[in-house]
């Protein structure tokens, strides 16, 4: 049982990518303190086998790039709910490694759509759900590949440079509501999206980390959790950093 059992209970959320990996790791916790999740993913089987493991009260399987998709969704997951305090985008593709000049045009507009594009539909969607309720808290995920860039990965580092930016007007814009909005960059952790990679990559985003080895997701999931509580309640607009020492800005 988590060290902060009931810090989320009467609370309710929605992780998007919540059928593997980070979302999947970040809506156990949610439910293991007390909260209730609606997980929304791409993967119709994976989705199912987390909606089972974690407990989730309401699942939604489509593609955050479609910005339609998504406010159905939100419908239906607070109808479910019952009402929406959290959300957390952790819905992401890495696409292409190549150079610019070599870089597939499809590849780049499905990352964009994806890792950008689709956190801009969620949160539309969402806000005025949390509004409300007068109380929200939405952490974006982000990358520290955002801050610093990856060669052979401009697709990414660029969504994820715009997702930070987005984040930090949305949480201006929203400063005196009671709706918090804060990103996290973390580095290259185990997860499924390194699939999507060629090892020479992942080396190179390894050998950039202080620490001298990969995250794990259970550590970037406690960040993402403190941001989603109530205890994250003076900061906004802002970036937490689980980067193993590579980023420190």
């Known amino acids: 049982m988590s ?3 009931g810090r989320f209970a ?9 059928a593997s990996g980070l979302g999947r790791e970040v809506a156990r916790r949610i439910v293991a303190e007390g909260g209730r999740v609606a997980l929304w993913d791409i993967d119709p089987e994976g989705l199912a086998e987390a909606v089972a ?3 989730a009260d309401h699942q939604a399987c489509f593609d955050v790039a479609d910005g339609e998709a998504v406010a159905r969704a939100a419908a239906e997951s607070r109808a479910a ?5 959290i959300l957390v985008t952790s819905a992401g593709i890495t696409g292409a490694t190549s150079p610019v000049e070599a870089f597939p045009i499809d590849s780049w507009r499905r990352v964009v759509d994806v890792n950008l594009h689709g956190v801009f539909h969620c949160c539309r969607a969402i806000v005025p759900l949390m509004r409300d309720g007068g109380y929200g808290r939405i ?22 440079a715009a997702v930070i930016a987005f984040t ?32 020479s990559q992942v ?9 001298g080895r990969l995250g794990e997701a259970r550590e970037t999931a406690a ?3 403190f941001m989603a509580s109530e205890e994250c309640s003076f900061t906004t607009a802002a970036t937490f950093d689980t980067s193993g020492g590579r980023t420190t800005y």
């Open 203 to 211: 080396d190179y985003m390894l050998s950039r980390i202080p620490m």
């Open 53 to 55: 493991e974690v407990g």
């Open 139 to 160: 952490v974006n995920v982000a990358s520290v590949a955002g801050k610093e860039g990856n060669p052979n990965a401009s697709a990414y580092s660029a969504s994820k």
């Open 223 to 225: 960040m993402i959790c």
């Open 3 to 5: 060290v902060f059992a």
């Open 168 to 199: 930090k007007s949305l949480g201006k814009e929203l400063a005196t509501s009671g709706i918090l909005a804060n990103s996290v960059t973390p580095a290259t952790f185990e997860s499924p999206i390194l699939a999507q990679m060629p090892k």
């Open 81 to 85: 709910l019952g009402r929406v305090d």
């Open 10 to 18: 009467g609370r309710a959320a929605i992780v998007t990518g919540g």
